[in-house]
């Protein structure tokens, strides 16, 4: 992690090196943009962020991007909120991603997999007949571009179909997952009013089922605007009165119109996890994500016709739309419908054997519950396709990296790891996947082109080898071009550009190291600040989960009104585990020896669980608002918490130590 220690976990060989698309694309916009035919990947990353204008030129013509009307400039204004891109240029997202069915027709454009595990390919022929009758039927419904279309869907082909249906007519897309509740699907669709309504009747998890007939009919109700909805009958379920059946829709042999739209037009809304008030409702525009997908899946992912692209999501979640991008790249999109875990912890590199794939991306809590369960994916699964596991929504912890890496090197395979961080905010990474790179242990491999990611201190001042603000200093193309029911742009201004004016401040504690790598610590808002110096919440999960004792953590940093400060550590036990002094000394002894004497918790307290947001991260922020007194429903939005009962333990707490 620091570079005292550069020896890497990982090389690339020189053959993948030399056939990496990022180094062909290098090459290319040496010869014709003046990128630099030198110095490898960090010279390109500081052309792509110096030359911002000429390195989305070049991404666009890479990737053959089809502009049916020219562009006047690439960037019309470049400040932060507000940037415009492409100015007068138009094309359609939904065109692009369908573009393979012109040459690979009877090919495997998705391959959907369910708990039985066994895959179902939908050519991509197929996938463009569908998507052409769907979109004739949502204009023969009345969808105009820029009107909403929502869906209550799980990780099915039915979900894909819909959202480039809904692009290919200029609408918007939005969606949940249907393990979300209504109050919590309603705080998201009722801010953007859709007009059609796609859901299933329910949906298979963890080896049951789950009837959503009543949650679909609640939402009817809810949601007024609605001048259809669609039946998917996932269970075999007829559909409800009123509904119109998916099959009737999608029945026809049509090819599809693709609305021209202009570059920023809205392409889908995307909530934030919403822990305070509702949801934040992202919008992202039709070209900002095109270009940066194409960007992010075809260079630094180095996806193409050859693969097959397996990430473990839901709908409710980014990585679901930018799993979809992977059709841009001509790609086949792996979909699993299930449980993680189903019907054991292995169950994610099953479908990866099964499906194919050649990069699997999953949790970073994922891969530490493989490894705390002794799973052997390597051994136990044929898993020689896998070139790159890539993980996310936390960040990958030491152990993590070795145990992967072990795993596979014991098979003789030559395991790329990329642990990527981004955010719902932008659909993308900041930092991660290279393929021309090393990996180091616990480290990200380089920020993302055209992201110029630095760490600052709070005066805005640039830091290398130490913990400060993630920030991004020049606008990316797929940053929101607004949020929804934000008329004057205040929330969408406060939630980014607060701290430091004109520059985007995520909310990570990150640090740049010297030789250009990226290491996460976690959120910056709930960051540990003790004795002034400053901790992220992931150093200590990653050394006290370790501990076969501890299924789970959440540590806090709470400043008191005399000044003091209270850390306490909340410990869910693994089964048959007691907390008793012998554990609890273990605890401060390990995060001791492997952090810091800072890093030991004034108290460790056992809980009956963990909260989560509804996208299954940890809920910070929230428990140290109730642990200094605000009450529960001004501390959390109840509608985006896994289990609110468990937030009432951390209130019950607070009442107890006043």
């Known amino acids: 992690m620091t570079p005292a220690n550069p020896s890497p976990l990982w090389q690339p060989d020189p053959e993948s090196v030399a056939r990496a698309q990022i180094t062909r694309f290098q090459a290319w916009a040496a010869a014709h943009h003046g990128a630099p035919a030198e110095g490898g990947y960090a010279a390109l990353h500081r052309w792509s962020v110096e030359q911002l204008d000429t390195f989305w030129q070049a991404v666009s013509e890479w990737f053959e991007v089809r502009f049916s009307t020219p562009y006047a400039r690439v960037l019309g204004d470049r400040s932060m909120p507000g940037a415009r891109w492409f100015p007068g240029a138009t094309l359609n997202y939904a065109e692009h991603a369908l573009r393979a069915a012109d040459t690979r027709a009877g090919e495997p454009a998705l391959l959907y997999v369910d708990e039985t595990h066994e895959p179902r390919p939908v050519t991509w022929s197929e996938l463009r007949r569908q998507v052409g009758s769907l979109a004739d039927e949502l204009r023969a419904l009345g969808v105009r571009p820029g009107d909403r279309v929502s869906g209550y869907l799980p990780n099915i082909p039915q979900a894909v179909v819909a959202l480039l249906a809904t692009a290919a007519v200029g609408g918007v897309w939005t969606s949940c997952a249907p393990d979300f509740g209504a109050r919590s699907v309603l705080d998201r669709f009722q801010q953007v009013e859709p007009v059609v309504l796609f859901t299933v009747d329910g949906y298979r998890y963890g080896g049951k089922v789950h009837d959503r007939r009543d949650t679909v009919a609640e939402l009817r109700r809810a949601l007024p605007t609605l001048r ?52 934040k409702a992202i919008v992202q525009s039709q070209g900002g994500i095109l270009v940066e997908h194409l960007k992010q899946l075809g260079l630094h992912c180095d996806l193409g016709p050859g693969d ?11 990585m679901w739309n930018f799993l979809v991008s992977g059709l841009l790249t001509g790609a086949t999109v792996v979909l699993y419908d299930g449980s993680p875990g189903h019907p054991d912890t292995g169950a994610q590199w099953r479908v990866a054997e099964r499906t194919g794939a050649t990069l699997f991306g999953t949790s970073a809590a994922y891969v530490m519950a493989c490894r705390k369960a002794g799973i052997r994916p390597a051994r136990d699964h044929d898993l020689s396709r896998v070139r790159c596991v890539g993980t996310t929504g936390s960040p990958l912890p030491p152990d993590g990296f070795r145990w992967l890496h072990d795993e596979f090197a014991e098979s003789g395979a030559d395991l790329w790891i990329a642990s990527v961080s981004g955010g719902t905010d932008v659909c993308s990474c900041f930092a991660g996947a290279v393929p021309t790179l090393p990996v180091h ?21 640039p830091l290398v080898d130490e913990v400060g603000e993630l920030v991004v200093t020049n606008p990316m193309p797929s940053m929101p071009i607004r949020f929804w029911n934000d008329p004057d742009g205040s929330r969408y201004h406060d939630s980014y550009f607060d701290t430091y004016p004109g520059v985007w401040r995520h909310g990570d504690w990150i640090t740049v190291t010297s030789r250009g790598s990226v290491v996460i610590h976690g959120r910056s808002d709930s960051t540990l600040n003790r004795q002034g110096v400053r901790m992220g919440s992931a150093d200590i999960y990653e050394a006290v989960e370790r501990l076969p ?20 550590l909340f410990v869910q036990l693994a089964p048959g585990a007691v907390l008793d002094e012998a554990l609890r000394h273990r605890v401060r002894h390990t995060l001791r020896e492997e952090l810091s004497p800072r890093h030991v918790p004034d108290e460790i307290i056992e ?11 940890r809920i910070e922020v929230p428990v140290k608002r109730l642990l200094q007194g605000s009450p529960l429903e001004k501390a959390v939005n109840p509608g985006s918490v896994d289990d609110l009962d468990l937030l009432r333990f951390y209130e019950e707490l607070a009442h107890k130590r006043r």
Request: zero cysteines; charged letters at 15%; a negative charge.
């Open 441 to 461: 242990i616990g480290e990200l491999q380089a920020p993302s082109l055209g992201t110029d990611l630095r760490s600052w201190d709070p005066n805005g001042e």
């Open 308 to 318: 097959r692209f397996f990430w473990y999501t839901s709908t409710g979640w980014m």
């Open 228 to 279: 259809a909805v669609v039946h998917v009958p996932l269970l075999g379920t007829e559909a409800p009165e009123g509904a119109l059946h998916w099959s009737a829709l999608t029945s026809a042999d049509t090819d599809p119109v693709f609305e021209q739209v202009p570059f920023d037009h809205p392409l889908w809304v995307l909530y934030s996890s919403g822990t305070t008030g509702l949801p």
């Open 607 to 617: 809980v009956p669980g963990i909260p989560h947001t509804l996208t299954g991260k």
């Open 549 to 568: 004792e501890i299924k789970e953590s959440l540590v806090i940093g709470v400043e008191e009104p005399d000044g003091g400060y209270w850390m306490p």
